[in-house]
């Protein structure tokens, strides 16, 4: 962990986006703000003035206090303490999709380890609109620090769901009327481009060289490929996953309009 809390306690976030974006969604979540002594920058001034608007202490402090608090992290001056991260049902998920009028769009993530991963496919979520994203309870990255920076704060707008049982979820949403895809190098897959992204979807994403698990892979509906036109065997998975996600929000537009 990028941490140095304990995560069923409390958590650190750092760095600019990540901290203002905390701040805006769940302002009663965070207990403090330091910023490093002598940081005076407009970037800075809006996040101390989004953190005090809304009622958040905000404290000076050396340099060197909130580096240790960031750890290895690129904390660019400034670190919040806050509680734990609020993980949802998936059936949440579900159920905003639907008070918003719109079919489901779920990512699931099949084992994801890396937090920068993990944090990229959060922020390809939020901005392509999906309502929210699945990760395995055991054996796959949680929601760090680490994570948080690299989805630029994106973890505190997405709906993410921590769950024990993954094949077991991707069944319960097939039963609601979820089609399943799975993503990956197959090449008999079914081209993203012609897979209909506009029914209740939700993408697999496999773990970083692996890809999807044999067991997860037998239980989608259909497996997706991306076609591409260079030499390189295959995208990495925050790469594909912002490609599927970006179809489906051009197909949902297209039918839209």
């Not at 579900?94 to 769009?105: C, M, N, S």
């Not at 769901?161 to 039963?175: M, P, T, W, Y």
Request: a neutral charge; aromatic letters at 4%.
């Amino acid at each position: 962990m990028s941490e140095t809390e304990n995560e069923d306690q409390g958590r650190i976030i750092f760095g600019l986006r990540p901290v203002e974006e905390l701040c805006r969604a769940h302002p009663k979540d965070v207990s403090v703000i330091y910023v490093a002594e002598g940081l005076r920058t407009p970037d800075v001034a809006r996040v101390i003035a989004v953190a005090k608007d809304r009622g958040i202490a905000v404290q000076w402090r050396p340099r060197a206090l909130v580096a240790d608090l960031a750890g290895k992290g690129a904390h660019q001056g400034i670190v919040a303490v806050a509680g734990a991260y609020r993980y949802v049902p998936v059936p949440t998920m579900l159920e905003a999709a639907a008070a918003q009028g719109q079919a489901p769009l779920l990512v699931l993530l099949d084992g994801l380890t890396d937090p920068q991963n993990l944090g990229a496919i959060v922020r390809s979520a939020e901005v392509f609109g999906a309502h929210g994203v699945a990760i395995p309870d055991h054996k796959a990255a949680p929601i760090t620090a680490g994570a948080i920076k690299a989805s630029a704060g994106a973890t505190e707008r997405v709906r993410i769901a921590r769950v024990h049982n993954f094949l077991g979820s991707i069944d319960k949403l097939r039963e609601s009327g979820v089609k399943v895809w799975g993503t990956g190098a197959d090449e008999a897959g079914v081209s993203v481009f012609d897979a209909d992204l506009t029914v209740p979807t939700a993408f697999v994403v496999g773990s970083e060289g692996r890809g999807m698990r044999e067991a997860v892979s037998r239980r989608c509906d259909g497996t997706l490929r991306i076609p591409m036109a260079g030499q390189i065997a295959s995208l990495n998975a925050s790469a594909a996953a912002a490609i599927v996600l970006y179809e489906a929000m051009r197909q949902r537009l297209r039918g839209a309009t």
